[in-house]
């Protein structure tokens, strides 16, 4: 059974690897997930997407 979640995340570097990895984990589990990036937001589009 899926726990009920009411809260929200600030993920640091969530664009890729291991910080996206922990974005989509805890949409998955019903978290507000803002992420952020670098200069380089190619990746950032994708993970949002992904969101």
Do not use: C, P
């Not at 507000?32 to 937001?41: F, L, Y």
């Amino acid at each position: 059974m899926k726990r009920s979640v009411n809260g929200a995340a600030l993920v640091t570097g969530g664009r890729r690897g291991i910080g996206k990895a922990i974005a989509l984990a805890l949409a998955a589990e019903g978290f507000g997930v803002a992420i952020n990036a670098e200069a380089d937001t190619s990746d950032l589009s994708e993970t949002v997407a992904e969101l």
